[in-house]
Nanobody, 119 residues
């Protein structure tokens, strides 16, 4: 059974940092490109970041570039998103998604972890 389970979300003050994780099981994690996607309250899905299968290539949305860092540990089947200098606009439900083709087609989704940035 394929599972992507996000964790690590919470309430953080503006300017603070948070690291969210995504634990994968039920498929060969190292064969999949991975993404972080978020959904702010009342808004649509926004792609945040991408990492290739071995972690050598990463991409970021302009809105998070320079503040967020995506990484993965294939030995632990885990994806990470380190978020620094957080802003209230970063408040959202953060999802991880698995992409076999690497063409931004999402094959698997997690249930999301809530990140709230507020004073």
């Amino acid at each position: 059974q394929v599972q992507l389970v996000e964790s690590g979300g919470g309430l953080v003050q503006p300017g603070g940092s948070l690291r969210v994780s995504c634990a994968a099981s039920g498929f060969t994690f190292s064969n999949y490109y991975m993404h972080w996607v978020r959904q702010a309250p009342g808004k649509g899905l926004e792609w945040v970041s991408y990492i290739n299968t071995y972690g050598g290539n990463t991409y970021y949305a302009d809105s998070v570039k320079g503040r967020f860092t995506i990484s993965r540990d294939n030995a632990e089947n885990t994806l990470y998103l380190q978020m620094n200098s957080l802003k209230p606009d970063d408040t959202a439900l953060y999802f991880c998604a698995g992409d076999y083709s690497g063409r931004w087609g999402y094959d698997y989704w997690g249930q999301g972890t809530q990140v709230t940035v507020s004073s």
